[in-house]
Structures are given as C-alpha cells and as structure tokens.
C-alpha cells in the first residue's frame, strides 16, 4: 500500500523559513519521481515542485523559483520541500505526490500559514 506522509508545517511569519518532509513506503522510491502541490483557502490544487528518481532534475513553479528547493534523500524514502522568503501568499496545505502506475497518490497534507 502506497503511503504518503507528510510534516515540517506550521505557522511562520513573513520572510520566514520551513522544510517539509514527506517519508514514502510502498513502493520503490529511488525510482519514482516526486512532487509537492499546494492548495490554498478557495484556490485549486496547484504544482509547486517536481523531482526526478534521482534528484537531478528539478522543476519550480514560477510562483517559488528561487525561494523553495525540493531534494531528496533516496536511502530515507524521503522527499523534502525547502521553503526559503515565504509570503502571506505561500499559506497552503501541502501536498506530497507520486504517480504509480498512472494511479497518483496523495499525503493527508500539512499546514503552511504565512502571517505576521
């Protein structure tokens, strides 16, 4: 069973700092590549970053280029969201994704509040 667990969440004031993590089992995480969404209060569910199996290729939305940094760390099952200058705007649960199978697959999420 795919299992999708997320933490790091919280609230932060402007300019603020926090690290998500996502700890993955149920199916082979060194070869699955990794996700992060986010939805926000009467917004959709959007794409924030994405992560190849071997963490050498990334993608941002344009929204956080430059102030978040998805890793992994393969050997843990783990994938992490570095959210760097957050932003009232950045207040969202975030999501840790993963497609198997054309099937996606979704944490319970975590709490990101932004505000001062």
């Known amino acids: 069973e795919v299992q999708l667990v997320e933490s790091g969440g919280g609230l932060v004031q402007p300019g603020g700092s926090l690290r998500l993590s996502c700890a993955a089992s149920?199916?082979?995480?060194?070869?699955?590549?990794m996700s992060w969404y986010r939805q926000g209060p009467g917004k959709e569910r959007e794409l924030v970053a994405q992560i190849n199996s071997n963490g050498g290729n990334t993608y941002y939305a344009d929204s956080v280029k430059g102030r978040f940094t998805i890793s992994r760390y393969n050997a843990k099952n783990t994938v992490y969201l570095q959210m760097n200058c957050l932003k009232p705007e950045d207040t969202a649960v975030y999501y840790c994704n993963t497609y198997q199978y054309s099937r996606a697959y979704w944490g319970q999420g975590t709490q990101v509040t932004v505000s001062s």
């Open positions: 149920g199916f082979t995480f060194r070869y699955s590549a």
